[in-house]
């Protein structure tokens, strides 16, 4: 069983920068798909961005130009650049792998202050 370990949220003021870390067990992460969601109070989850084994990226359109995801095979892991934070980017942020099933991180609380 594939196990999937956030960090990196925290509160940061509107304009600023944060970078989500996800560390996956096991021997699958090479060849799966990552990407992380988001979910914020009263919403449903959304897709933010993805990533496939062969590094192609895939965007929410309200996160293009100001979001980066890329990952590193060797360390099991996928990162999620934030800059140009906004408000409405506060959320709880939760990593997923997919292969052909999915498997969930507990997520991590991502807030923007105004």
């Known amino acids: 069983q594939v196990k999937l370990v956030e960090s990196g949220g925290g509160v940061v003021q509107a304009g600023g920068s944060l970078r989500l870390s996800c560390e996956a067990s096991?021997?699958?992460?090479?060849?799966?798909?990552m990407a992380w969601y988001r979910q914020a109070p009263g919403k449903q989850r959304e897709l933010v961005a993805s990533?496939?084994?062969?590094?192609?990226?895939t965007y929410a359109d309200s996160v293009k130009g100001r979001f980066t995801i890329s990952r590193d095979n060797a360390k099991n892991t996928v990162y999620l650049q934030m800059n140009s934070l906004k408000p409405e980017d506060t959320a709880v942020y939760y990593c997923?792998?997919?292969?052909?099933?999915?498997?969930w991180g507990q997520g991590t609380q991502v807030t923007v202050s105004s």
């Open positions: 096991g021997s699958v992460f090479n060849i799966a798909r």
């Open positions: 997923n792998l997919r292969i052909m099933t999915d498997s």
């Open positions: 990533i496939t084994f062969g590094g192609s990226t």
